[in-house]
């Protein structure tokens, strides 16, 4: 059976101490925080592209593991940027990774370089599927807004216009004399009330 209790030996002072990590002088994620004085933490990272490393030229498949270093080394507006570090398997030569928030990406920074498999849409004639430059839009298109203004003005004359004016004269209704409504709903009311009076007496005749 697994022990859950822990020891304390007899010169740990818990207003001193704290914690039995700071008693052995460890830190609470251990070997991977041996670097955490200078911001670095090892982690374990996995290639998110084909890369081939810098110092060998050796191909490195997507999806391959490592223990990187991760450190923070800036910001996006307040997203943080972070750099992972890994040490290729083949010739320990180092390569950099790091995020990229504006573009929601990671890109390479140093010791390798990308394969580059992405397909560009505006070389084909389309758009950025992710463009961030509001600036940056596509032409107008004179039929497909004269479309969509025509479908607009079609939509609010056929079912805009009605439903507002079934929902006005149903408003009036009920807000024309909150007297009698408030009336016949008291009456509405009382009948239900009587007819399961009427159902309870029937049902306890039956059992008796």
Known sequence: MQGFNKYYPPDYDPNKHHTLNDYQGKHALG???RKIDQG?????????FNIWCGTCNAHIGMGVRFNA???K???????PVYAFRCKCHLCSGWFEI??????????????????DEEWNPEEAGGFAIHENDPTKIGPVDPLAQVEKTA????????????RIESLQELSDTFNSDPYELSKRIRKQFRETKKVEKRKREEEDSVKD
């Open 69 to 71: 270093e991760k450190q």
């Open 98 to 115: 790091r995020t990229d928030p504006k573009h929601t990406r990671y890109i390479v920074a140093e010791g390798a370089r990308q394969k």
């Open 73 to 79: 080394v800036g910001m996006y507006y307040s997203t």
């Open 31 to 33: 070997v991977r925080a």
């Open 151 to 162: 479908e607009s003005s079609r939509h609010a004359r056929e079912v805009g216009a009605p």
């Open 40 to 48: 670095i933490l090892i982690t374990r990272f996995e290639l998110p």
